[in-house]
């Protein structure tokens, strides 16, 4: 009885329209690809999961593919290995100006006896 007696058209809620449909925005990352390609240095190649979900359990995995992928690519290894020469090339740096210092105080040391 009351739905025939209200005005119905008068005074209307207005609709919420949402800024992004979720049915398109699901349809667009279903479009996207979820894994990638990768060139090992053996020649064979490697697909890797995209990190598209937002769970702490989906980050961890993306994180694992991507450190067996560093290990499988080697990547780990010639990291230490660029870590080493920059260590030694610091210290021949270290010992050249040590040795430019000597030398420099020698020469100070001539100049001020003659």
Known sequence: MECECADLG???PIRY?????PIQEALETKHQPMSFKLSLPSGS???MVRWASETPEHFLIHVRG????????ELDTKFQEAMKAVESAILEVDLTKMQYKDELKKRERDDSSQ
């Not at 329209?17 to 449909?21: G, K």
């Not at 991507?66 to 690519?73: G, L």
Request: cysteine-free; overall charge negative.
């Open 17 to 21: 329209i949402p800024d992004q449909d």
């Open 10 to 12: 008068k005074n209307s």
């Open 45 to 47: 190649e490697m697909r």
């Open 66 to 73: 991507a450190i067996h992928a560093i290990k499988e690519m």
